[in-house]
């Protein structure tokens, strides 16, 4: 393999050479070995791992690319892939929840369950989602709680319980403009708005299936450097 300088490594993927150098301080990559004036000589193989990084830190974020990587690293490929498989099974979860909450929109148009409420432990245990998550989205605007006016136990209606369920569906989505614009419109969402609801539950859709095929690009370089490195 020839030699590469950082310089062409950064071009060719278009990053910057202080981010490669993160990469490797970060263990993202192989370690290097140095020339006698000091510099670091890289390999087409740091180069797979780098298009490796550039690929599927979209999809799959950093901390999972990187242990992924890692895996690999250390010739573990089927704890790479189950790394990754985990991460896709939980799209499928979120595409469930997405599913719920448009069952939940008849309810909230039905005067008959229009007043349904449930309280906080309830909504933990139904949703999965902790009661220290519920408060900090209710901190922070993303929902909001009642107090009931015998007991004075918070509570959340249908339309809050949507809410929720939207929050926990883009919960662990990869940081993104996308994210950060769901999770705006998720705020701003007007009580007792189910087409409001509906077009929020469209836009994650629409996030999922993008990043589907991010992943399928992502795992398309791990495919190669696996191959490259005769893995399998």
């Given at each position: 393999?020839?030699?590469?300088?950082p310089?062409?490594?950064a071009?060719?993927l278009?990053?910057?050479?202080?981010?490669i150098r993160?990469?490797?301080?970060?263990?993202?990559?192989?370690?290097t070995?140095r020339?006698e004036?000091?510099?670091?000589?890289?390999t087409e193989?740091h180069?797979?791992y780098f298009e490796?990084i550039v690929?599927m830190?979209?999809a799959?974020g950093?901390?999972?690319?990187?242990?992924?990587?890692?895996d690999?690293?250390?010739k573990?490929i089927?704890?790479?892939?189950?790394?990754v498989?985990?991460?896709q099974?939980e799209?499928?979860?979120?595409?469930?929840t997405l599913?719920?909450i448009?069952?939940?929109?008849?309810d909230i148009?039905?005067?008959?369950?229009?007043d349904r409420?449930f309280?906080v432990?309830?909504?933990a245990e139904?949703?999965?989602?902790?009661?220290?998550t519920l408060?900090y989205?209710?901190?922070e605007g993303y929902?909001?709680s009642a107090?009931g006016?015998?007991?004075?136990?918070?509570y959340?209606?249908?339309f809050q319980?949507?809410?929720i369920?939207?929050m926990?569906?883009?919960q662990?989505?990869?940081?993104s403009e996308?994210?950060?614009?769901?999770?705006?419109?998720i705020k701003e969402?007007r009580?007792?708005?189910?087409?409001g609801?509906?077009?929020?539950?469209?836009?994650i859709?629409q996030f999922?299936?993008h990043?589907?095929?991010l992943?399928l690009?992502?795992?398309s370089?791990l495919?190669?450097?696996?191959?490259?490195?005769k893995l399998?």
């Amino acid at each position: 393999m020839g030699h590469l300088r950082p310089v062409d490594i950064a071009r060719q993927l278009k990053i910057s050479t202080s981010t490669i150098r993160g990469y490797e301080e970060r263990g993202f990559v192989p370690p290097t070995e140095r020339t006698e004036s000091g510099y670091r000589v890289y390999t087409e193989e740091h180069v797979a791992y780098f298009e490796c990084i550039v690929a599927m830190s979209p999809a799959f974020g950093m901390d999972l690319t990187r242990r992924v990587l890692l895996d690999i690293q250390k010739k573990d490929i089927h704890g790479a892939l189950w790394r990754v498989n985990k991460a896709q099974v939980e799209n499928h979860h979120v595409k469930t929840t997405l599913e719920q909450i448009g069952s939940l929109l008849i309810d909230i148009q039905d005067r008959s369950t229009v007043d349904r409420t449930f309280r906080v432990g309830e909504v933990a245990e139904k949703t999965g989602v902790s009661n220290s998550t519920l408060r900090y989205w209710e901190t922070e605007g993303y929902i909001s709680s009642a107090r009931g006016e015998e007991n004075n136990y918070r509570y959340f209606d249908l339309f809050q319980y949507s809410k929720i369920l939207l929050m926990k569906a883009i919960q662990n989505g990869v940081y993104s403009e996308e994210t950060i614009k769901i999770k705006r419109a998720i705020k701003e969402l007007r009580e007792k708005d189910p087409q409001g609801v509906k077009e929020i539950i469209q836009d994650i859709e629409q996030f999922l299936n993008h990043t589907n095929l991010l992943q399928l690009q992502g795992l398309s370089c791990l495919h190669q450097l696996c191959k490259n490195l005769k893995l399998y």
